[in-house]
């Protein structure tokens, strides 16, 4: 429930209006199905490295064993910051999101509220975490699947008037809107929709029995996910023209416009846009409650392995690292730039900011499966006795990291086609990746650090 809660969230239940728009249903559809084909490679190699090996550092760890302690440093502050960030983001739009009901309400006083909710639910203790994260993911669970319910029924003429048909995906350019530009366009939404998979290999440190149940979540989360997400945008593509003005303008700030409030009320749900706001609401804290025991717990690990201030490291009595948490929700109180240069603006940079350090992680999961590997085998290891074996390699590996770079190269690609090239946008696009090569290139020469050589990586359980 967390991997699958942390990757169902506003980029299902708004922008996937959005990219509709911009693709069309098809291309929509290719879109988030290649990029959760990357994703169920990703997971396969981290489930091999988390059952292996399962650490609260997870991929920070991995990084430094299997590639090298520069790398291992650049990867651990990046996802550090990625939802660090995140969560301040997910607290701007949880005060657009309040103004639904409460138009009146300076936006800054929810994001407090909401800061202090979440960072009372990390300090209590990982169960703590765990179980409200449940709670959380069972809400949008729910959502989605009613949803799907619905939506069937209603393209099949059961319900809420005669059947649409295929009418929406032939009408105008549909099904592929603006061809492969369109599709690259939508690369990193869906990137930053699927963000959130990876929580399974962090989780996995606190785990009972990371060994039994990291692999069944490996197995099940990735086709739960990429069933939600492949359903609904078929059912929203099947529902709602691409040309619908109200996919265009698809965000946080008007829920009576997203795709699945739409849906609701074409099938006669009453107050479905209250319905969808309290449930996106649940969705922005559940990420947000994410991002802050990921973000804490990543920075622990840091600072247990020397890589950030040791004490940072120290636990309390219920084993949570409240120093780590304290310097995390911090950088949560960006959120209060809301008040300086208006929330939706803010919104949009911090989300920026963050979404292409996702995919700079995931290629260091891949990076480091591929190595860890080599190295098991080059030291004498079969993969027979491995816990969890990836099923793709080397394939899968490679492959996952050869579309990473491809989304991360081509985020510059639907600016400069357009011939809207301007410095602003093409900053905010790259945003992420001076910043990762910085910390790697800057460590590297700070200390002089060298590759792992395979045949004395550390391949051990501990």
């Not at 940072?312 to 008040?339: D, Q, S």
Request: aromatic letters at 12%; proline letters at 4%; one cysteine or more.
């Amino acid at each position: 429930m967390i991997a699958m809660g942390g990757a169902i969230g506003t980029g299902l239940f708004v922008a996937s209006g959005n990219s509709i728009n911009t693709a069309g249903p098809g291309g929509a559809l290719v879109a988030y199905a290649a990029i959760g084909f990357m994703v169920f490679l990703l997971m396969q190699s981290l489930g091999e490295m988390a059952t292996h090996l399962p650490v609260a550092g997870s991929f920070e760890e991995y990084s430094t064993r299997y590639i090298s302690r520069s790398f291992g440093f650049a990867i651990g502050w990046n996802y550090w910051y990625n939802w660090a960030i995140t969560v301040a983001a997910e607290l701007v739009a949880a005060a657009l999101v309040m103004r639904y009901w409460f138009p009146d309400v300076p936006a800054w006083i929810w994001s407090a509220l909401f800061l202090v909710i979440l960072f009372s639910l990390n300090a209590l203790s990982a169960r703590a975490y765990g179980e409200s994260e449940f709670w959380f993911s069972l809400v949008k669970v729910i959502t989605v699947v009613i949803f799907l319910v619905l939506g069937v029924l209603m393209i099949l003429g059961i319900l809420g008037g005669p059947s649409p048909g295929f009418h929406n995906w032939t009408a105008g350019e549909a099904p592929f809107v603006n061809g492969f530009t369109g599709i690259m366009a939508i690369f990193m939404v869906a990137g930053f929709s699927f963000q959130g998979t990876e929580l399974v290999g962090v989780a996995a440190g606190e785990a009972d029995n990371p060994r039994e149940t990291v692999p069944k979540a490996i197995r099940t989360v990735f086709l739960r996910i990429l069933l939600f997400y492949i359903g609904a945008i078929a059912v929203i593509g099947f529902l709602i023209p691409y040309t619908d003005p109200h996919l265009l303008a698809s965000d946080v700030e008007d829920v009576s416009i997203s795709p699945f409030t739409l849906v609701f009320e074409h099938a006669g749900v009453l107050a479905a846009a209250s319905v969808m706001n309290a449930v996106i609401l649940t969705a922005i804290l559940s990420a947000g409650n994410s991002g802050l025991y990921a973000s804490t717990r990543m920075l622990y690990a840091l600072a247990k392995g020397g890589k950030a201030p040791r004490f940072l490291a120290r636990v309390n009595r219920r084993g949570v690292p409240m120093l780590a948490l304290l310097a995390t929700t911090l950088i949560g109180m960006f959120c209060f730039l809301t008040t300086l240069i208006g929330e939706g603006q803010a919104y949009v940079w911090l989300i920026n900011a963050s979404g292409l350090a996702g995919f700079i992680v995931w290629m260091g999961i891949a990076w480091s499966h591929y190595r860890f590997r080599r190295a098991y085998v080059l030291q004498g290891g079969d993969p027979k006795n491995l816990t969890y074996r990836a099923r793709f390699f080397p394939i899968g590996p490679v492959v996952a990291l050869i579309m990473c770079a491809v989304v991360i190269l081509g985020q510059g690609y639907s600016l400069i086609t357009s011939g809207e090239v301007n410095a602003l946008g093409l900053l905010s696009s790259y945003l992420g990746l001076p910043v990762f090569l910085a910390l790697w290139l800057g460590h590297k020469v700070v200390t002089k650090d060298k590759p792992v050589d395979l045949l004395t990586a550390d391949v051990s359980q501990h």
